[in-house]
């Protein structure tokens, strides 16, 4: 059956739309199980019961007409244990429940799966047989395994709103739907979608319509002329190289060019209004669709043909595009996989908001969105954002949700909470100049995280007293080749120069685990529990030692350069790193003259096994700099970036506390500095909780800097410190989040607390 099983799946992802996965669904199941019906009932939020979608075997007009509420029938049943049943004599069961419309008196056998996403019932996949027959255990282990492929695809129907389409055909009006991501930048924007598109990447075009239907026309005929060219100059190179046989398939592809072919389908689509890349691709995506849902394997493996055929076109068509001239005045740009070249074309001034169907909290598109105050959101993976080009959205940077077609009632809200958020940071302006002490009197200090010059800037707008964690791969991201030492230098040089007389921590090379550079490409299946950080710097010495020369000579003259080694996990990888740093300098002073004072050298703790050598690490180093966001995920092993376990990372969990209080006290008996310079630092509870366990030097990005201080400033670390000794005794994250919440969110500090990132 396993071949049955990929040969569904193969078909399933062909599947134009939803309604035809389920007819899939059904007729396939049938065929393999030899049956005589296969049904799917899905479960409707706006009856709250399982609805007959599909069936291949019961009345085809019963479909969307019948209803079973939970434990209602067998269906019901199956939901509700959300297990499978199998019966051999289904009349028999007392759950049993006869529907005449459905036509279903001739079955008696039953066997029923649930479609199980994210612990949620979808609904239930049903199969029956005329004859009395008991399903083996291999039967009923696929049906069990059709249902969990079927899971993924319902959810997402249901994310893109296809499902409530179909489940309620009637509805004319569509509400607003809200898609989940990650949480990349605070804030809240209103805005019109700006769909930014990579090149040639049929999937990445979105759906757009035209006035002027003839210029596209032109824009089309004169792309496929140009592939018709290249294609047949491609044959005459083949000549003497490939058998007339196989030079046959550049003649079909000029067919397939032709107007009574797929060419001709593009026209039509055009002429209805759609521009010429959007009726391109559809059609080609088409076609690819049915050549992967072919029996034939020859057959199958020409949707690769189709595909490069696809590209090629697509890829003339956006040569003659005219580049859009004109943007709204608040706009989300909203793409597959954004990065910083997307801005390349776009007005900064006019970016109200930045998403992302791919990426993570630490892509370099969220960076920069935090470094510049723009909210932003990464991840959304079931956003159809090809087809939302022109909608108005809202883009929630604290909780990580896009909604789009959002109802009067939702704007109205989220109107008045941009508006307090303007008058908080108005509020919140004031405490620029003034010191960071607790309400009894302790100071906290507080750096930020940097990496771009703009993000260096806001900084120093908000009283930063130094630079926690500067991160030195943006330089390696803006460039295709590695930087020169001088390259690097000028960087350093800049940033050092800004901040001067304050410290500047400047990580070194932190690459691997999701941050990957073009010309480097790191190619593993589990990247965050594999050649990251220090281990690629130690392995490549002719990469770290150019870049340690780097940042020692852009420190001359200033000395505030501190040097902070990522992804320690053992004594040894420590003092090779100090042995290579120290060779750096005594080359730089003893042999080339320069006057440089030795930098203080820091480790990062953010994996688990450097918590359990803290006070060994702590006396080889002048400092100490928790990174919470790695050491969270390790700890929890939970990818914060996944979107699937979002919800089971979080900060305040116990685990995390008491690795937290065992590095503060390990590096208090070395008398070693210790500071954070995770999100944990940049979030109010965080802080409070940071400063009771003993750290007094907390690193964020600028943005959350005068929110961290405001609070800081109206708590006292007694009130603290009795708060931590309370939490560390609650079993789980939420417990303690909601007590945190409930005894810091006074009238004067409730604004703080919205959306904050660890939860």
């Given at each position: ?12 992802n ?15 199941v ?11 009932y ?7 019961s ?13 479909v969307g ?7 209602e ?19 028999a069961?007392?759950?049993?429940a006869?529907f ?12 029923g ?11 239930v996949?049903v ?11 291999s ?15 319902i ?6 709103g ?13 509400h ?14 209103i805005?019109t979608?700006?769909?930014?598109s990579s ?40 000549v003497n190289?490939?058998?007339e ?5 550049f ?10 072919s797929m ?18 691709s559809?059609?080609?995506l ?5 050549f ?16 490069d055929?696809g590209?090629r ?17 608040r ?9 910083a070249?997307?801005?390349a ?7 109200a908001a ?19 105050g ?13 087809r ?9 940077g604290?909780t ?5 077609s ?8 989220y109107?008045?909470q ?12 004031k405490l ?16 930020v ?5 703009l ?8 009283g930063a ?35 001067a ?26 990247p965050?529990l594999?050649w990251r ?8 010495p002719?990469?770290f ?9 852009a ?32 080359e730089?002073?003893e ?23 803290i006070?060994?690490?702590?006396r ?12 969270t ?7 914060r970036n996944?979107p ?14 008491r ?5 503060s006290?390990?590096?208090r008996?070395?008398c ?18 940071l400063?009771a366990?003993?750290?007094r ?8 800097l005068?929110k961290?201080?405001?609070i800081?400033?109206?708590?006292s ?11 560390m ?5 939420d ?11 006074k ?13």
């Amino acid at each position: 059956m396993l071949e049955s099983l990929r040969n569904i799946v193969q078909q399933v992802n062909a599947a134009k739309d939803f309604g035809e996965v389920l007819r899939l669904i059904v007729q396939l199941v049938k065929e393999v199980m030899d049956t005589g019906m296969c049904s799917v009932y899905l479960y409707s939020p706006s009856t709250n019961s399982y609805v007959l979608m599909a069936t291949d075997g019961l009345n085809p007009n019963s479909v969307g007409k019948v209803h079973l509420s939970s434990r209602e029938g067998l269906v019901g049943l199956v939901a509700s244990r959300a297990e499978p049943i199998n019966l051999e004599e289904a009349e028999a069961h007392p759950n049993f429940a006869f529907f005449p419309e459905t036509g279903e008196e001739r079955f008696r056998s039953f066997l029923g799966a649930p479609i199980i996403h994210h612990r949620k019932v979808l609904g239930v996949l049903v199969v029956q047989q005329q004859e009395r027959r008991r399903f083996d255990e291999s039967e009923e282990s696929f049906l069990v395994t059709v249902s969990a492929q079927l899971a993924g695809v319902i959810a997402h129907a249901d994310a893109t709103g296809e499902l409530d389409q179909l489940l309620n055909p009637q509805q004319a009006v569509i509400h607003e739907r809200i898609y989940p991501g990650v949480a990349s930048a605070p804030g809240v924007a209103i805005g019109t979608v700006v769909v930014i598109s990579s090149p040639a990447d049929l999937k990445a075009v979105p759906m757009r319509k035209v006035q002027d239907t003839e210029a596209e026309l032109v824009l089309f005929r004169h792309a496929m002329e140009q592939t018709k060219t290249d294609i047949r100059a491609l044959d005459q190179t083949m000549v003497n190289k490939l058998s007339e046989e196989e030079r046959a398939l550049f003649d079909v592809y000029v067919r397939m060019l032709d107007d009574h072919s797929m060419g001709g389908e593009v026209l039509s689509l055009i002429k209805e209004g759609f521009c010429a890349q959007s009726a391109w691709s559809q059609v080609v995506l088409g076609h690819i669709r049915l050549f992967k849902s072919m029996q034939d394997a020859y057959l199958r493996e020409r949707a690769s043909d189709v595909e490069d055929l696809g590209r090629r076109v697509l890829a003339y068509l956006q040569q003659s595009e005219v580049k859009r001239s004109v943007f709204p005045e608040r706009m989300v740009m909203i793409g597959e996989e954004l990065s910083a070249a997307s801005f390349a074309d776009v007005p900064l001034e006019n970016v109200a908001a930045i998403v992302s169907v791919k990426g993570s909290r630490n892509s370099h598109m969220a960076i920069l969105g935090r470094a510049i105050g723009i909210p932003t959101v990464m991840g959304v993976m079931d956003l159809p954002w090809g087809r939302l080009d022109g909608e108005e959205v809202i883009v929630d940077g604290h909780t990580g949700q896009v909604i789009v077609s959002p109802r009067d009632e939702l704007l109205q809200a989220y109107t008045q909470q941009i508006y307090e958020e303007k008058l908080l940071a108005a509020d919140l302006e004031k405490l620029t100049d003034k010191p960071c002490v607790t309400a009894d009197g302790h100071h906290v200090s507080l750096w930020v995280n940097t990496g771009l010059r703009l993000d260096s800037m806001l900084s120093l707008d908000r009283g930063a007293e130094g630079v926690g964690l500067y991160r030195t791969e943006i330089p390696f991201l803006m460039l295709d080749r590695f930087p020169s030492e001088e390259e690097q230098r000028k960087a350093y040089r800049e940033h050092l120069e800004m901040f001067a007389p304050r410290t500047v921590t400047m990580r070194t090379l932190d690459i691997g685990g999701d941050k990957d550079l073009p010309y480097f490409p790191i190619e593993e299946e589990n990247p965050f529990l594999g050649w990251r950080g220090i281990r690629i710097c130690l392995d490549h010495p002719e990469i770290f030692l150019v870049q340690l020369r780097a940042m020692m000579r852009a420190s001359e003259g200033l000395n505030n350069l501190s040097i902070l080694l990522p992804m320690i996990s053992n004594v040894p990888e420590l003092e090779s790193a100090l042995q290579l740093i120290y060779q750096v300098y005594d080359e730089l002073t003893e042999e080339e003259g320069y006057q440089i004072e030795m930098p203080n050298v820091g480790a990062m703790i953010e994996v688990p096994a450097a918590v359990y050598q803290i006070r060994e690490l702590a006396r080889r180093v002048d400092f100490l700099s928790v990174g919470t966001n790695d050491l969270t995920q390790y700890l929890l092993a939970v990818d914060r970036n996944n979107p699937r376990v979002a919800d089971l990372y979080h900060a305040c969990h116990p685990s995390v506390l008491r690795a937290l209080l065992a590095i503060s006290e390990g590096a208090r008996g070395e008398c070693t500095p210790v500071s954070v310079c995770g999100e944990m630092a940049g979030d109010p509870i965080g802080a409070v909780l940071l400063m009771a366990l003993g750290f007094r030097v907390l690193s964020m990005s600028a943005t959350n800097l005068l929110k961290v201080k405001a609070i800081l400033r109206q708590v006292s670390l007694v009130e603290a410190t009795k708060l931590l000794e309370e939490v560390m005794l609650m079993p789980d994250a939420d417990s303690v989040w909601r007590h945190m919440e409930k005894a810091l969110k006074k009238p004067d500090l409730a604004a703080l607390f919205r959306g904050t990132a660890m939860h």
